[in-house]
Nanobody, 121 residues
Framework: QVQLVESGGGLVQPGGSLRLSCVAS????????MGWFRQPPGKQREWIAT???????QYAEDMEGRFTISRDSAKDAVYLQMNSLKPGDSAVYYC???????????????WGQGTQVTVSS
């Protein structure tokens, strides 16, 4: 089993910045990708960005400008730097890890519990 714990959320004013962290633990296979999602109140969860096992970063449309994803593979951690935050960015932010658990390509995905980000003046 894999566990992920997000941290770094909180209340910030518009235009402010936050750095979210997510640390994974448990039986983690080396071939894995980690990413960030968010879910605003009353809306569906949406993908933000992913860092692959080989260090490639991928972003959703219009996310790369203000948000930056990074990871520390040695610590099985992923980070999300968020700048120029807007009230519309208020959401529960989730991290996930998808790893290949068999040599023939079986993948399993784990999710964290989420961390609340509120942007308000």
């Amino acid at each position: 089993q894999v566990q992920l714990v997000e941290s770094g959320g909180g209340l910030v004013q518009p235009g402010g910045s936050l750095r979210l962290s997510c640390v994974a633990s448990g039986n983690i296979f080396s071939f894995n990708n980690m990413g960030w999602f968010r879910q605003p109140p009353g809306k569906q969860r949406e993908w933000i960005a992913t860092v692959t096992h080989d260090g490639r970063s991928q972003y959703a449309e219009d996310m790369e400008g203000r948000f930056t994803i990074s990871r520390d593979s040695a610590k099985d951690a992923v980070y999300l730097q968020m700048n120029s935050l807007k009230p519309g960015d208020s959401a529960v932010y989730y991290c996930n890890l998808a790893h290949r658990i068999t040599s023939w390509g079986e993948w399993v995905t784990a999710w964290g519990q989420g961390t609340q980000v509120t942007v308000s003046s």
